[in-house]
């Protein structure tokens, strides 16, 4: 199991960025929204759309 996060801001490409907690590039913990634990990138993603309708995965963490 991972912990994923979600960024409060959009990035240029206008989508919400998804990370794991284990990034390199993680932004401060004020602009994260913690999403929860889970085995596999998708259902992180899964979740992060009920609170951002365009979201991405980190091209560092989650390639
Ligand atoms: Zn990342």
């Known amino acids: 199991m991972a912990e994923f996060f979600v960024t409060r ?16 590039h993680l932004p401060e913990e004020s602009a994260l929204m913690y ?3 889970y085995a596999r990138k998708e259902a992180a993603e899964a979740d992060a ?15």
């Open 49 to 63: 759309t009920f609170y951002y309708k365009s979201v991405s995965y980190c091209p560092k963490c989650l390639a």
């Open 9 to 24: 801001n959009e990035t240029e490409d206008k989508t919400h960025q998804i990370h794991s907690k284990t990034c390199d």
């Open 35 to 37: 999403i929860g634990a």
